[in-house]
């Protein structure tokens, strides 16, 4: 916690003028290590982009200013909602071969190879959610899903095999 500060009618000029100076010092001392920590990130931020095959993020540096300005709203286009002619459900169940155990991220990769359209961000937990609640899926292990030979169904309802409760007037 800061000391109070003395009253500034009690203080010598020259104590004031020592005072900014130090303090002006200070502060480009505190500019040029934000400068060299702002390369190293910088340098990080290539090497891990690297890491994943991936473009580089380039990352400008804020700009020196005082006060720190409000960032202007752009208006974001969203994309479009893809539009596609089987449901995920149905596209991870002609995708993965019964038998088979996939992650969510593999099925992912496998609806988006057989031409599923998508533009979420989080693609692999959208499919995570479906293999969950799918039928045709069953959890082996975390992360793990095994497809079922035959989604386990009801027995269709014949029309013979209905009752019917009599009319009461």
């Known amino acids: 916690m800061p000391s109070p500060s003395p009253d500034l009618s009690t203080v010598s000029v020259l104590a004031l003028q020592h005072e900014l100076k130090r303090r002006t010092a200070g502060l480009q001392q505190f500019k040029a290590s934000r400068a060299s920590l702002a390369r190293q990130l910088a340098a990080l931020d290539t090497e891990i982009a690297a890491l994943e095959g991936a473009r580089p993020a380039v990352r400008a540096p804020r700009p020196a200013t005082a006060a720190v300005q409000p960032r202007k709203r752009r208006s974001s286009r969203r994309a479009r909602r893809a539009r ?86």
Do not use: C, W
């Not at 002619?85 to 609806?111: C, F, K, M």
């Not at 937990?125 to 479906?130: E, Q």
């Open 84 to 169: 596609n002619e089987l449901s995920l459900n149905d596209t991870l169940v002609q995708t993965v071969e019964p038998g088979a155990r996939v992650t969510p991220t593999e099925a992912a990769a496998l609806v988006v190879r057989n031409g599923y359209a998508t533009s979420s961000a989080k693609f692999s937990m959208v499919v995570a959610n479906a293999l969950r609640r799918h039928p045709g899926f069953r959890r082996i292990e975390r992360g793990m899903y095994e497809r079922v030979a035959a989604p386990p169904s009801a027995p269709p309802v014949s029309a013979s095999s209905e009752v019917s409760t009599p009319a009461t007037t």
